[in-house]
């Protein structure tokens, strides 16, 4: 998406991950589609929409051992 938005070229994407907050994951896509408007110049339109059934959580690992 990075690439695209500098670019200024329009692109898809998928295969991305929102975390919810109940820790479930909401799988995205998303658009990102550059325009020109007359009294500002330059803008960007991206457009995020879900692909799919939410994910369970999954475990949050602590970088530590416990002992």
């Given at each position: 998406?990075?690439?695209?938005?500098?670019?200024?070229?329009?692109?898809?994407?998928?295969?991305?991950?929102?975390?919810r907050?109940?820790?479930s994951?909401?799988?995205?896509?998303?658009?990102?589609?550059?325009?020109?408007?007359?009294?500002?110049?330059?803008?960007?339109?991206?457009?995020?929409?879900?692909?799919?059934?939410?994910?369970?959580?999954?475990?949050?690992?602590?970088?530590?051992?416990?002992?």
């Amino acid at each position: 998406m990075r690439q695209a938005f500098l670019a200024g070229i329009p692109a898809p994407g998928g295969e991305e991950y929102f975390a919810r907050g109940d820790g479930s994951l909401l799988p995205v896509s998303w658009t990102i589609a550059p325009y020109d408007t007359a009294d500002r110049g330059a803008d960007t339109l991206v457009i995020f929409y879900t692909s799919g059934r939410p994910r369970a959580p999954r475990p949050v690992r602590s970088g530590r051992r416990r002992r």
